[in-house]
Antibody
Framework: EVQLVESGGGLVKPGGSLRLSCAAS????????MNWVRQAPGKGLEWVSS????????YYADSVKGRFTISRDNAKNSLYLQMNSLRAEDTAVYYC???????????????WGQGTLVTVSS | EIVLTQSPATLSLSPGERATLSCRAS??????LAWYQQKPGQAPRLLIY???NRATGIPARFSGSGSGTDFTLTISSLEPEDFAVYYC?????????FGQGTRLEIK
């Protein structure tokens, strides 16, 4: 059974940093691109970042470029999102999500974690 | 950036009725469009990819159509569990974008 479990969310002050993690199991993690998608409270979905299976290709939304860094450790079956210079508008539930095909980057997302809430507030 | 506009914002129907949800792209996305369902407190669930292909385990009452800029998600006969928010998403261009969602509520 495919499982994605996010962790690392919490309350942080504006300008602060957080590192989110996503632990994957039930599939060959190293074969799939992975993604972060966020959802502000009561709002819609926003794609944040994607990383290819071997980390060769990385993409970011303009809203987080230069502040967030996506990475992965295939030996640990884990995905990460380092978030720096956090702003109030980064407040959201952050989901990790798997690409629905191997050998592609950020096509569609077939498995999602339960999400981790990041709150940026003073 | 490709903007996806979903309509209507809210759709009120009864179980057993047919639901038709629309997603319009600001420029052509070919057939590179997906639909997701999200229930309160849950992660989104992939329903349809590449405009018309049902994802694994999705019931046949869900169907997708369209290409270019106009897309439709149809639920042929609503079940109680289908009342949720639905999002479209394109993978034609970077950044990947989602529509703002259509809330399907029980009438």
């Amino acid at each position: 059974e495919v499982q994605l479990v996010e962790s690392g969310g919490g309350l942080v002050k504006p300008g602060g940093s957080l590192r989110l993690s996503c632990a994957a199991s039930g599939f060959t993690f190293s074969s799939y691109s992975m993604n972060w998608v966020r959802q502000a409270p009561g709002k819609g979905l926003e794609w944040v970042s994607s990383i290819s299976s071997s980390s060769s290709y990385i993409y970011y939304a303009d809203s987080v470029k230069g502040r967030f860094t996506i990475s992965r450790d295939n030996a640990k079956n884990s995905l990460y999102l380092q978030m720096n210079s956090l702003r109030a508008e980064d407040t959201a539930v952050y989901y990790c999500a798997r690409d629905e095909q191997i050998a592609v980057v950020s096509y569609y997302f077939d498995y999602w974690g339960q999400g981790t809430l990041v709150t940026v507030s003073s | 950036e490709i903007v996806l506009t979903q309509s209507p914002a809210t759709l009120s129907l009864s179980p057993g009725e047919r639901a038709t949800l629309s997603c319009r792209a600001s420029q052509s996305v070919s057939s590179y469009l997906a639909w997701y369902q999200q229930k309160p407190g849950q992660a989104p669930r992939l329903l349809i990819y590449d405009a018309s292909n049902r994802a694994t385990g999705i019931p046949a009452r869900f169907s997708g159509s369209g290409s270019g800029t106009d897309f439709t998600l149809t639920i042929s006969s609503l079940e109680p569990e289908d009342f949720a928010v639905y999002y479209c998403q394109q993978r034609s261009n970077w950044p990947r974008t989602f529509g703002q969602g259509t809330r399907l509520e029980i009438k």
